[in-house]
């Protein structure tokens, strides 16, 4: 009943910029919690961030905080993951992520494909 479809990962210059976009399909797309989340080799996959159906509330991993902006436009049913001042660390690949849930339960129910994003020295 949703699906995601990531785009915007690639390899960029650590202190660089990308922004991350996911298009989301489905009735009640909108009414969706959405968030990412990311996977390095070798590791499990991490929550980076998440956005309330409304905009309203947000909520960020420590990690990305004063780096990473979610936001989310629902008239493109579409969510967004502005990433500046990356380094290596960030090198994982991205997961878009559709929940019923509040932004403070970092279960989801609805998983994009993922894109890789590679940071390099």
């Known amino acids: 009943q949703v699906q995601l479809v990531e785009s915007g990962g690639g390899l960029v210059q650590a202190g660089g910029s990308l922004r991350l976009s996911c298009a989301a399909s489905?009735?009640?797309?909108?009414?969706?919690?959405m968030g990412w989340f990311r996977q390095a080799p070798g590791k499990d996959r991490e929550f980076v961030a998440a956005?309330?159906?409304?905009?309203?509330?947000?909520l960020y991993a420590d990690s990305v905080k004063g780096r990473f902006t979610i936001s989310r436009d629902n008239a493109k049913n579409s969510v967004y993951l502005q990433m500046n001042s990356l380094i290596p660390e960030d090198t994982a690949v991205y997961y878009c992520?559709?929940?019923?849930?509040?932004?403070?339960?970092?279960?989801?129910?609805?998983w994009g494909q993922g894109i890789q994003v590679t940071v390099s020295s």
């Open positions: 992520a559709a929940s019923r849930r509040s932004v403070l339960i970092t279960t989801y129910d609805y």
């Open positions: 489905g009735r009640t797309a909108s009414t969706y919690t």
């Open positions: 956005i309330s159906w409304s905009g309203g509330s947000t």
